[in-house]
Each structure stands twice: as structure tokens, then as C-alpha cells.
């Protein structure tokens, strides 16, 4: 059974500290997406790559994010220095496109919270 | 960034009631209209979706109306079951990303 995974489930970390949370997308699968979700905002596209190229990360705070795919199998999205509005649930999702209906394989989901 | 509107927020069904959500979008050239389904503590989950070629599509209990005149797409759920009880996000795009509606939360009480 295919699926996306991300770790670590929960990170509990002080306002300032790094940050790192890593996605392995479905085995094939050539889309990378993270998103955000608060109760305020719902799920905000922070920045998705194809082919492990960076296509948009317009979603993302350029001076505090940073996202990079290092191979086909790792997808990384990195806070420094990490800040309380930081506090959401992370996901990743992978999918295969070009497709006529390309859907997106949602992980479990990072819970962060900042201190 | 284009929006996509959706509507209530939330929604309290009884069983075997009929669950009606309701989208708007903006961009006339979006092509893809999907539903998503999130339970707590886990990622969305593909439940169905919709190109604009057709005005409906069903899935079981689940159908998607598509009125590509009016920029809107509703998601009615059939005979609603307390299992059904979820956060629903619609989403509109292309095969490149989609953006997502704010959700609604169902809940269907016995």
C-alpha cells in the first residue's frame, strides 16, 4: 500500500530553533507539494517541485522557509529561525502529472509547535 | 491568488439526511474540480472529482454538480452516515497545482 510519509508525526521546538521536516513521496510519483494548515487560513500551498525541481514556492516566507528536494525520494521544508505563528500542521502530498485528473496523495502530517 | 469561496463552514446533518456543500471559483480557465475528505489527525484524502465536460458526477453516495456558467460546484452526499462526519475541501486548478476551499466541517448526528 503506497503512501506518503512525513516525519516527525510532532515537534514541540522554542521559538528560534531549526526546524526540519521531510516528506517521502509515493515511489513514481514526479509532484511534490507542502502545505499549511491552520484553523484561521485552512491549507495554504507553501511550495510543490516537479521532477525535483522547484516549480512555485511563492506560498512560502522566503526569509524564514526554505524546501529542497535532494533526491526522488526526499523532499525537505525547512524554519530557521522558527517563530509561535509557525504553529500549524504540515503536509506533504505527491502526485503524478501531466494527468487528466491529478490527484494528490496527501502524508500524515507534521504537528508543529513553537514555544 | 485566486480564490476558491466555500460554504458553510460548518453543517449539522442528521442521518440519512442529505449533506449539501457548495464551492465558487474564479478562474475560467481552471479544468479540474476535485472534493477532498479530511478525518482528525489525517491528510486529505482524494473523495471525488469533476472536469468541466460534464454538469454531474456520482460516486455512490457522493455527487458533484457542476455549473461552469455560474463558477460553482456543489458536493452533495446521499443518505449521510455518522462515518461521514469530516472536514470537506473543495479545490479547483489545473494538472498543475489546485488551490483549496477553507473547508467544511460535517457532522451527522444518529
Known amino acids: 500500500d503506497a503512501r506518503v510519509t512525513q516525519t516527525p508525526r510532532d515537534k514541540v521546538t522554542e521559538m528560534g530553533q531549526e526546524v526540519t521536516m521531510r516528506c517521502q513521496p509515493i515511489l513514481g510519483h514526479n509532484t511534490v507539494f507542502w502545505y499549511r494548515q491552520t484553523m484561521m487560513q485552512g491549507l495554504e500551498l507553501l511550495a510543490y517541485f516537479r521532477n525535483r525541481a522547484p516549480l512555485d514556492d511563492s506560498g512560502m516566507p522566503k526569509d524564514r522557509f526554505s524546501a529542497e528536494m535532494p533526491d526522488a525520494t526526499l523532499a525537505t521544508l525547512k524554519i530557521q529561525p522558527s517563530e509561535p505563528r509557525d504553529s500549524a500542521v504540515y503536509f506533504c502530498a505527491s502526485g503524478l502529472a501531466p494527468a487528466r485528473e491529478p490527484t494528490q496523495y496527501f502524508g500524515p502530517g507534521t504537528r508543529l509547535t513553537v514555544l | 491568488q485566486q480564490q476558491v469561496k466555500q460554504s458553510p463552514q460548518s453543517l449539522i446533518v442528521q442521518k440519512g439526511g442529505i449533506s449539501i456543500i457548495n464551492c465558487a471559483y474564479e478562474n475560467t480557465a481552471f479544468d479540474y474540480f476535485p472534493w477532498y475528505q479530511q478525518f482528525p489527525g489525517k491528510g486529505p484524502a482524494l473523495l471525488i472529482a469533476?472536469?468541466?465536460?460534464?454538469s454531474e458526477k456520482k460516486e455512490g453516495r457522493f455527487t458533484i454538480s457542476f455549473n461552469k456558467s455560474a463558477k460553482q460546484f456543489s458536493l452533495h452526499i446521499m443518505d449521510s452516515q455518522p462515518g461521514d462526519s469530516a472536514t470537506y475541501f473543495c479545490?479547483?486548478?489545473?494538472?498543475?497545482?489546485?488551490?483549496f476551499g477553507t473547508g467544511t466541517k460535517l457532522q451527522v448526528i444518529p
Open positions: 479545490a479547483s486548478g489545473g494538472y498543475q497545482k489546485v488551490t
Open positions: 469533476i472536469r468541466p465536460d460534464v
